[in-house]
C-alpha cells in the first residue's frame, strides 16, 4: 500500500485550482489521452532526461481513445528549466506521510500534522549540522523511525523505500537519491530520542484521554482505574557503549550474548492498552543490580505519569 496520501501545495492556489484539487482527493485517478501527451523539450527528453511529460491541449475522450491512468504521487508548483523541462519544486521528503497510520497519530495526539510540528523543533546533533536541505530531514527521519515499528522484518533500505515510494520517480528541481542505510543511520542519531519521546507521550496521552471518556469496561477501585505495570527485556546491538550503558540479565557479570534494555510498561488492567512506558539499564554491569534498575524505573514512571496514579478528580 502507499503510505502517502497526495499533500496540497504550501502556496496560496486559486479558486479554480482549489476545486480541481478538490475532485482529485476524491476520484484518486487522472486520465489522459496518449496522443495528448508529449515532451515540453525542444529535442527529446532535455538535457538530462529530468523531466515530466505534458498534457498539450488535452482534448475530450471518446470512447475507443487510448488512454493513460495516471496515479497522483504530489501536488508541487512547477519549475520551467530553459530547455523546457518541467521539475517539481521542493522536496520529496516533505511529501512522504504514513497514510493511515498518521491520520490514527494526529487523530490521538489531538493536532494535525504533529509530526510536522515536533520536527520544527528538533535539534539535531552528530555529524548533521546547518540548515542545507539534504537527502533527508527532520520529519522524513521521525516518520522513518515509527515505520520501523510497522514493518519490523524490513531493513534499512526497503523501510525507506516504503516512505518514499514512487515520490523518488518525480523530477524534483534538484536530482534525489532514496537514502542510503548508512544516511538513516547518521540521521537518527542526529535526530536523538527527544522528538520520538515527545511523539509517544502525545500518543500515550491521547490513548488515557480516549479510555477515560469511552471505556465502560474500565476496572475501577475507588477513584483510581485498575492497571498493571509488567516489566520486559529488549536486546540491543553488542556494542562496548550498549553494553556500559545498559548491562544485562541473567548473568551477575554481565556475560549475556547481548546487552539489554529493561522497559517498564504500564497497561490498563480492562483492554491492556499502554498508558505509559519507561525504559532504562536491564541490571548488571557498572555497579548495577536487577533490584536497583526495576526500582529506578518505577521512581520514573511515578515521576513522568503521576497522572496515572492519582484520582482523576484531583487533576
Known amino acids: 500500500m502507499s503510505f502517502y496520501p497526495v499533500m496540497p501545495p504550501d502556496v496560496t492556489s486559486s479558486v479554480v485550482e482549489d476545486a480541481a484539487l478538490g475532485l482529485l482527493g476524491l476520484a484518486g485517478m487522472v486520465a489522459v489521452r496518449a496522443a495528448d501527451l508529449g515532451s515540453p523539450c525542444r529535442r527529446g527528453l532535455g538535457r538530462d532526461g529530468r523531466t515530466a511529460l505534458v498534457a498539450a491541449g488535452a482534448g475530450l475522450i471518446r470512447s475507443g481513445d487510448v488512454v ?11 519549475v520551467v528549466r530553459r530547455d523546457g523541462r518541467v521539475q517539481a519544486a521542493g522536496h520529496p521528503g516533505d511529501h512522504a506521510r504514513l497514510g493511515v497510520a ?5 487523530e490521538l495526539c489531538g493536532m494535525p500534522g504533529v509530526i510536522d510540528e515536533i520536527a520544527r523543533s528538533a535539534v539535531l546533533g552528530g555529524r548533521v549540522k546547518g540548515v542545507a536541505r539534504r537527502a533527508m530531514s527532520p520529519a522524513l527521519a521521525i516518520r522513518f523511525t515509527v515505520l520501523m515499528t510497522l514493518i519490523p522484518d524490513a531493513g534499512y533500505p526497503e523501510v525507506m523505500e516504503t516512505l518514499l515510494g514512487d515520490l523518488v520517480l518525480v523530477p524534483w528541481q534538484r536530482p534525489y537519491r532514496v537514502p542510503t542505510a548508512a544516511v538513516a543511520c547518521i540521521w537518527r542519531e542526529a535526530l536523538g530520542p527527544v522528538s520520538l519521546e515527545q511523539l509517544r507521550d502525545l500518543a500515550l496521552a491521547g490513548v ?3 479510555h477515560r471518556g469511552h471505556d465502560y469496561r474500565a476496572v475501577t477501585v475507588g477513584d483510581l482505574e485498575a492497571g498493571s505495570i509488567d516489566g520486559s527485556l529488549i536486546r540491543v546491538p553488542d556494542s ?3 553494553r556500559a550503558a545498559f ?10 550474548p547481548f546487552p539489554q534494555l529493561r522497559e517498564l510498561r504500564i497497561s490498563a488492567a480492562s483492554t491492556r492498552a499502554t498508558f505509559g ?5 536491564a541490571g548488571a554491569g557498572g555497579g548495577r543490580d536487577k533490584g536497583e534498575a526495576e526500582q529506578v524505573l518505577l521512581d520514573k514512571a511515578l515521576k513522568d505519569y503521576g497522572y496515572l496514579f ?5 487533576q
Open 277 to 281: 512506558v519507561v525504559t532504562g539499564p
Open 247 to 256: 548491562g544485562s540479565a541473567g548473568t551477575a557479570d554481565d556475560s549475556s
Open 208 to 210: 488515557d484521554g480516549e
Open 240 to 242: 562496548p557503549a550498549n
Open 102 to 106: 498518521e491520520e490514527r497519530l494526529d
Open 310 to 314: 492519582t484520582p482523576w478528580r484531583q
Open 68 to 78: 493513460v491512468w495516471l496515479k497522483p504521487v504530489a501536488v508541487t508548483r512547477a
